[in-house]
């Protein structure tokens, strides 16, 4: 609690440690002034009141004892709630000399209370405006809560549903079902789902789905339940309607003597009542196959009838089984005719898993038709025959079927036409061809009408055709030209066309990311043999400069070459670093170097059009980061950036402190260096802003981008324990904003440096290995320097060949990668026979992931100083085991 003492002019005279932390005013710059002056208080709703009107500041001349809740503003300029209580201080004299202010801050439990009002209204906004009823139980079993959609169904007010409920509401014939189904269910805390039927407000009942769930809150404690109440009355009476339905069918078709058959494709299982077994003059408790339907045929029908049986069957006709022929009964030999119906059924891929219809037996009627009608009778069965399976197919197909005009109207479609465009017929036989088609198709449909005019058929050619709701559907044409039409047979195959788009692309994107993965291995081999070829030179220079060769220009000239050596060590390491592509290693960074550091590289890279400015705040503590790792995500924030500006344009990189007291988002509470990199560019829709940190999104086209930029960016914060957040205008430009945890420790390369340099170390015979003649020449000329006897081996199967003739080395410095056998192996084999022999070993790259704990390590290129203070470290560390 915060405690203020007053005097009698209302002057602060105390403050205790709460209350300068509430405040953020210490005693002495709030002592002797009053407490509006120190807060700036003000009535609840935020708005200003004279000072005379103060509940605090009357207390004291008003003898009463005032609390209330306020809004104080805090030193740093920030608002926030607390309650107070003023009570007045009564001097001997029985009048006041004082006040004594108690003062709770209301921040958090003011945000609690509007997160609980702003969770309650939504849940009723929700429950009020969802299109079932809802309800809520106390674990009792009593309802809470009942949503609008309850009371405009049932007509119930809120007073009468209280003391009514749903049991009441429920028909009686349903209403020990329902209350049993929902006692046992709470009783054991379970879902469950039951149909009753509900009263309406019209008063009839009406069937509904009532199905609900236990709450448990995050201790486990249960909390009742929460339920929907469907109306599914309409579903019921379909139900009810569809089984009489089939009642009367199965009725009519026993009238009628005709049969239904099934057949399952998958098995060869057949189903056929007694009536069709009779037409193939099979007993009707005998089992029967498809080979007692093929044998049964009569071999004069039995081709036509099983290619019509196959060709219902075939995924792609997909005709109508429509045939009349003769049997051979198996039983009695008598010949019937037998007219039969069906069609296939497909799944989604196309395959037919089953084939049904219908057969009747029509050998009296064919008796009579062939006395009646004798020579005109097959021929005229034959045209019926081929008209009905042509308007089935039209009817049916899912293809587009049309008729078309070379005056460029349709004459005639089937219903396919209005499934796949959305239109109605009418409309689209009044549309011309061109409103109908994309404009980009324009000029390929005027060729194919050009080529149909000279009669060519035309097969598998593709437009676009505009769906009602604003899309195109792509529709591969078979087109054949009689007359003054043609003929036409589509096939939506847009989703093919979307596919094999999506497939593309995620080629392109495996390419992109194959293309980088190579890159990285030759900048890695590069960058290696560069620190091969920089190690000779960093230590000739550093020879040159320490024996002071030449006058003042030339040592001016040797530092000059040292420096640019440096650069380019920095530079090969970070190319290291992009192609090791190493987990992270966090440490204390010092973010402004790092970046001032970046501002040459950043300002190549993007190029003379874009304007590159760096603005890093003073006094910036260090964050917790990747050094590698944060180079490369800014490396790859500043090429986005550059991209965004064909044009040129400004980009901005700033490092400012930021301290997070409410989380948002991923951004948790805490202190971070906020790393921002602003652009003036084409900036983002909301949509790509959505999408924007995805793993290969990218709106650069392909080829252009691998889209990885900014997920690997946003990845890095997140590992970091920061965040990533992006904001952008169309026109305007993109602000993308790392946030970096502040560390606790010290960046390594601000540590003060040890002035004591190594005056002495072990002296003896130093055996060193490495592949690159250069570079074996130069660190020998260091060894020798520092004393050493060297002797030299160009491999590691060298070296070893020269202990085995005798040779014992007080020392081992050799280089890691190199043909044959490595470093790392050449000194586990010499420490078989040599276990305290010291190993140095020495690579190109930053961090060599093979290397043993227990073996010290120097990175090329590096100094004499270097090399010397490694051998002392190992010395002393020798001297210590």
């Known amino acids: ?79 926030y ?73 049932t007509g119930q007010t809120p007073a009468e549903a209280e003391g009514f409920g749903w049991l009441e509401a429920t028909h009686p014939d349903d209403r020990a079902r329902a209350h049993d189904a929902f006692v046992a269910a709470n009783r054991e805390r379970r ?52 089984a009489l339905s089939e009642e009367q069918l199965r009725l009519a078709l026993e009238v009628a003597e005709i049969g239904q058959w099934d057949v399952d494709q998958s098995t060869g299982r057949m189903f056929w009542p007694p009536s069709i077994k009779a037409m193939f003059g099979i007993s ?79 050998t009296v009627r064919k008796a009579v038709e062939i006395r009646l009608q004798q020579l005109n009778e097959q021929l005229e069965h034959e045209v019926a025959q081929q008209t009905a399976e042509r308007n089935r197919v039209w009817e049916m197909s899912p293809d587009l079927l049309a008729i078309m005009g070379f005056d460029g109207f349709l004459k005639a479609i089937n219903p396919a036409w209005e499934t796949t465009l959305g239109r109605d017929a009418a409309t689209l036989l009044a549309m011309s061809f061109r409103e109908q088609v994309h404009p980009d198709d324009h000029q390929a449909v005027q060729a194919v009408m050009e080529s149909l005019q000279r009669g060519e058929k035309i097969e598998r050619f593709e437009d676009r055709l505009a769906h009602a709701d604003g899309s195109w559907r792509w529709i591969s044409w078979t087109l054949v030209p009689e007359g003054d039409v043609f003929y036409a047979v589509g096939r939506d195959v847009t989703t093919e066309r979307e596919a094999a788009q999506e497939l593309m692309q995620a080629q392109e994107a495996l390419r992109q990311s194959q293309k980088m993965e190579a890159m990285g291995q030759l900048t890695g081999g590069v960058a290696h043999d560069f620190n091969n070829l920089l190690t000779p030179i960093v230590g000739s220079l550093d020879l040159l400069q320490r024996k002071g060769v030449g006058g003042e220009r030339e040592q001016r000239l040797i530092e000059g070459a040292i420096q640019s050596a440096d650069r380019a060590k920095v530079l090969v390491q970070r190319l290291l670093a992009f192609a090791r592509r190493q987990p992270l290693q966090p440490a204390a960074v010092n973010i402004a170097g790092l970046v001032e550091g970046m501002a040459d590289l950043l300002a190549s890279t993007t190029g003379p059009q874009v304007h590159v400015v760096v603005e890093v705040a003073d006094d910036l503590p260090p964050a917790r980061a990747d050094a590698n790792q944060l180079e490369m995500a800014l490396l790859n924030l500043g090429v986005n950036a550059r991209d965004a500006m064909p044009q040129g344009g400004t980009l901005r990189i700033s490092a400012t402190r930021e301290s997070v007291r409410v989380p948002r988002g991923a951004l948790k509470r805490g202190h971070y260096i906020r790393l921002s990199v602003a652009d003036t560019g084409m900036g983002m829709d909301e949509a790509t802003i959505a999408r924007a940190v995805e793993p290969f999104f990218s709106t650069k086209g392909i080829g252009k981008g691998t889209g990885l ?58 055996l060193l290995v490495d592949d690159e003649e250069v570079v074996r020449a130069s660190t020998a000329d260091m060894l020798e320097e520092l004393g050493y006897e060297v002797l030299e081996a160009e491999s590691g199967e060298a070296g070893l060949a020269l202990v085995a003739q005798g040779t014992v080395p007080d ?60 051998l002392a470290r190992i010395t002393i560390s020798n001297r210590e085991a």
Not at 43 to 71: K, N, T, W
């Open 81 to 153: 709630p607390v309650a107070f209580t003023a009570s007045p201080i009564i001097g001997d004299d029985g009048r006041p000399i004082g006040t004594i202010i108690e003062v709770r801050d209301l921040t958090e439990e003011k945000a609690r209370e509007s997160a609980l009002r702003e969770s309650e209204s939504r849940f009723r906004n929700m429950a009020d405006h969802a299109p079932v009823m809802m309800w809520v139980t106390d674990p009792s079993g009593s309802c809470t809560y009942l949503n609008r959609q309850w009371y405009d169904f």
């Open 709 to 766: 930029g900014l997920s690997m960016a946003h990845g890095l914060a997140a590992q970091l324990g920061g965040a990533l957040t992006l904001s952008s205008r169309e026109g305007v430009g993109t602000n993308v904003e790392l946030w970096l945890p502040i560390s606790a420790t010290i960046p390594e390369g601000d540590i003060a440096p040890s002035n004591s340099t190594p005056t002495s170390v072990d002296r003896g015979l130093v």
């Open 284 to 362: 009707p408790d005998v089992p029967v196959t498809l080979d007692d339907y093929r044998d049964g045929l009569h071999p004069d029908d039995r081709e036509k009838t099983l290619s019509a049986y196959a060709s219902a069957s075939d995924p792609d006709l997909r005709t109508l089984y429509d045939v009349e022929y003769r049997t051979i009964g198996k039983e009695d030999g008598v010949i019937r005719w037998v007219a039969a119906k069906g069609r296939g059924l497909f799944d989604a891929q196309g395959h037919c898993y089953r084939v049904i219809g219908t057969a009747i037996d029509i």
């Open 811 to 870: 020392l081992l410095v050799t280089d890691h990668l190199m043909s044959g056998m490595s470093g790392v192996e050449l000194a586990q084999t010499l420490r078989t026979a040599l276990p305290d022999l010291p190993v140095l070993i020495v690579s190109g790259y930053a961090d060599v992931e093979d290397l043993s704990p227990g073996l010290a390590r120097l990175t090329k290129p590096f100094r004499s100083a270097e090399l010397a203070a490694c």
């Open 1 to 79: 609690m915060a405690i203020f003492l007053m005097d009698d002019r209302q002057h602060c005279i105390f403050m205790n440690a709460a209350a300068e932390a509430l405040t953020g005013y210490r005693f002495d710059e709030a002592q002797n002034r009053p407490l509006h002056d120190v807060v700036h208080h003000q009535r609840p709703d935020g708005s200003h009141y004279p000072l005379e009107e103060c509940p605090i500041d009357r207390a004291f001349p008003e003898h009463d004892r005032m609390q209330g809740e306020e809004v104080f503003v805090h030193k740093d300029g920030h608002f």
């Open 191 to 242: 879902p469950f789902r039951v149909e009753y039927r509900l009263q309406h407000v019209s008063g009839g009942y009406r069937w509904a789905i009532d199905a609900a769930s236990p709450r448990f809150g995050d201790d486990g404690q249960y909390l009742g339940y929460i339920g929907s109440v469907i109306d599914i009355h309409e579903r019921r009476e379909a139900e009810e309607r569809l």
